[in-house]
């Protein structure tokens, strides 16, 4: 089971990309007025995706589409932030995506008025969002030139802000929360057995093991803070079929496959993932945002001990302009 390039995005997409957990979802955490009127049986998953190259370091995407009852088509589109730190400005991208899905939609030679998108931002950092969901906070002068900006908001799903007992819906909606909100805990290895053991729950045997399977992947590429021992323990500890000891066989046959090295690989890949992360942290905090190309060296390094130096080059640093002197000089 090898180390996957993005767990965090393969994670998200495997897992809202089941339209039972993602309509799941609307109906726990999207308002009410709105979430009530979705019709589950024209809740459907489009195969477009409007991240491009430039924007899939930082985010991944999914767009549904459905009927509000007697009040037609609406989109509700998933954002999912898969880093850590925080990016102010999202309202931003959220704009420019949500246009590419409306020029997309007239493309395809339908005519009439634009449906609405629903824009869900989906974060799962350790520290509360501070980032402001509505696009005219980004604007000045917004008192006078008011009527001319776009105006619009969108629903920030911070899984910080929640406890695990806050934590609702159905098995896989709730497992897949509670994975992504400890994924970075250093004693995520001691509740396992507890989230793990959720999957009991489902009557249909296949889809958890299913689900189990790409859970482990996340675990083993997405955290450096579970051991081997950990999750083969949590293994041992489910039941999921009738009275037999269907983990532990399983358990065996993923060591044999390659999940012992794939988990070294990736808690390794996972310390250098974390190491970009706070670096980019640490330059948003400082200087207020992340210029895109030193997000795209920032993301090209491969030497930790190169990342600790900027990292404190970024606190020691009066100005952007000197850090960038310094990071060219690293770089030399």
């Known amino acids: 089971m090898e180390p996957v390039k993005n767990p965090h995005d393969r994670f998200f997409k495997e897992t809202f990309s089941r339209p039972e957990v993602a309509l ?12 009530g009127l979705v019709a589950p049986e024209t809740f459907k998953l489009s195969k477009d995706t409007f991240v491009d190259e430039e924007l899939e370091e930082r985010f991944s995407d999914l767009l549904y589409e459905a009927e509000l009852k007697g009040k037609g088509k609406i989109f509700i589109y998933f954002l999912f932030e898969h880093k850590s730190f925080q990016d102010p400005e999202v309202a931003l991208y959220l704009l420019l995506l949500m246009v590419r899905i409306w020029m997309n939609f007239r493309k395809q030679k ?22 402001t969901p509505r696009f005219q906070d980004l604007v000045g002068l917004t008192d006078v030139m008011g009527p001319y900006v776009p105006s619009f908001e969108y629903v920030i799903w911070d899984l910080s802000q929640y406890t695990d007992q806050e934590i ?11 994975l992504m909100k400890h994924i970075y805990s250093e004693d995520i290895g001691k509740l396992l057995p507890g989230i793990l053991g959720l999957l009991e729950d489902l009557k249909d045997s296949r889809t958890a093991l299913h689900f ?29 079929d009738e009275g037999g000891d269907l983990m532990a066989t399983l358990a065996q046959q993923w060591i044999e496959e390659g999940i012992e090295k794939g988990i070294e690989k990736g808690i390794e890949k996972g310390m250098l993932e974390e190491a970009r992360e706070m670096l980019q942290e640490a330059i948003s905090s400082r200087f207020g945002f ?10 090209g390094f491969k030497d930790r001990e190169l990342i600790r130096r900027l990292l404190r080059e970024a606190v020691v640093c009066s100005d952007l302009n000197g850090f960038k002197k310094a990071l060219q000089e690293a770089r030399a």
Do not use: C, N
Not at 24 to 35: N, W
């Open 24 to 35: 799941d979802f609307v109906y726990t955490y999207v308002p009410q007025p709105i979430a």
């Open 110 to 131: 339908k005519t009439g008025l634009l449906p609405p998108i629903l824009p869900l931002v989906v974060y799962h950092g350790e520290r509360e969002w501070k980032a």
């Open 168 to 178: 609702k819906g159905g098995v896989l909606l709730r497992v897949a929360t509670l």
């Open 212 to 240: 189990l399977h790409t859970a482990l992947r996340y675990l083993s590429s997405g955290s450096r803070h579970v051991s081997k021992e950990e999750l083969i323990d949590a293994l041992k500890e489910l039941r999921m």
């Open 290 to 299: 992340v210029p895109e190309d030193i997000v795209t060296q920032i993301h």
